[in-house]
């Protein structure tokens, strides 16, 4: 018999947007995981901002490094073009 594969705990929108707009505004550029979680607004289970962390990642809106996390995402659309056509600025 075959077995239906475990669903995994998929974050609600407004978690993942609660996460991405405290790390946007978070005063200095580098923060940790713990830091993270104390300033978050709401309590989050570690595995799910794992989970949200990991999805900001792939869409390059955050980098995760040892030292933690930073906000890289940026919306000037002029950066934007010149980063895609590669001009040097």
Do not use: C, F
Request: zero cysteines; proline letters at 3%.
């Amino acid at each position: 018999m075959m077995q239906e594969p475990k669903l995994e705990h998929s974050p609600t929108l407004n978690t993942v947007l609660m996460v991405e707009d405290t790390l946007k505004n978070m005063e200095g550029s580098i923060i940790t995981i713990a830091e993270l979680k104390r300033k978050l607004p709401k309590q989050v289970n570690h595995n799910t901002l794992k989970l949200i962390l990991e999805y900001l990642e792939k869409s390059n809106k955050i980098a995760v490094t040892l030292k933690g996390i930073t906000w890289i995402h940026n919306t000037n659309q002029n950066l934007r073009e010149a980063i895609r056509k590669g001009l040097e600025l």
